[in-house]
């Protein structure tokens, strides 16, 4: 249906001011346990965080932090969800007003990447453990990932014809979804060196209009 790329309402070439908030979520300001871990990671890393330095930091047993997270991967994992759920939040918010739902997850997406790059936690975790990213960039994805590609399959799905407003071409959501995060992701887990070429974060009005033509424009046939 969606053959050609709209010629009308062309998605901002200029840059979009992230305005996003970089504190820490509301949910994990109010959350003890998920508070300390945030603090503790932006003083030692991740490599050097324990349970047993959360628990004394939140003011709290640890039998307290392990009844409610088993082990520290799932506590990690539950502070970069309600982090990432944070910023997606805010970035559907700043994107409301935008005339379709091509549009609205183009702007979404590159925003939150945007906000993620810059994001406290991450950018410690870049800057001091690195390596800790890695098996969620070559072996699998993250809790925190699944997330984000929820919320993107659903953006498509109200976009498609057979279920939206018709602005993003027909074809797999789970696929097309899949696609986006990893393009996405890409610019968050290379922020660093991508910061020292474009320190004026310019790259992310290229990624919206990147996604944008993707969401509309059909392959070209082989």
């Known amino acids: 249906m969606l053959s050609q790329r709209p ?7 200029q840059a979009q001011s992230p305005t996003i908030v970089l504190a820490p979520a509301p949910a ?14 932006m003083e030692v890393g991740v490599r050097r965080t324990t349970l047993a330095d959360v628990s004394r930091r939140a003011g709290v047993s640890r039998m307290t ?54 994001h406290p936690v991450l950018a ?20 925190t990932q699944r997330v984000g590609l929820a919320v993107i399959t659903e953006q498509i799905k109200a976009g498609q014809s057979k279920s939206g407003d018709g602005s993003i071409r ?21 922020a660093r060196a991508i910061g020292t070429a474009d320190p ?3 790259v992310y009005p290229e990624l919206e209009l990147m996604l944008h033509n993707y969401l509309v424009e059909s392959p070209v046939a082989p």
Request: charged letters at 25%; glycine letters at 2%.
């Open 7 to 13: 010629t009308a309402a062309k998605p901002a070439t």
């Open 28 to 41: 994990t300001s109010k959350d003890p346990v998920l508070r300390a871990t945030y603090d503790s990671i």
């Open 65 to 118: 932090v392990y009844r409610k997270y088993d082990d520290l991967p799932t506590l990690l994992a539950a502070l970069l969800t309600e982090e990432l759920g944070s910023l997606l939040e805010q970035a559907n918010r700043r994107s409301q007003d935008l005339p379709d739902a091509a549009k609205r997850l183009a702007r979404t997406t590159a925003n939150t990447a945007a906000a993620l790059a810059a």
């Open 124 to 143: 410690r975790v870049l800057a001091v453990d690195p390596e800790a990213i890695l098996p969620l960039i070559v072996d699998r994805l993250g809790s």
């Open 170 to 190: 027909n074809a797999d959501p789970d696929l097309m979804a899949l696609t986006v995060l990893a393009t996405a992701q890409s610019f968050v887990f290379s």
């Open 200 to 202: 004026l974060g310019r």
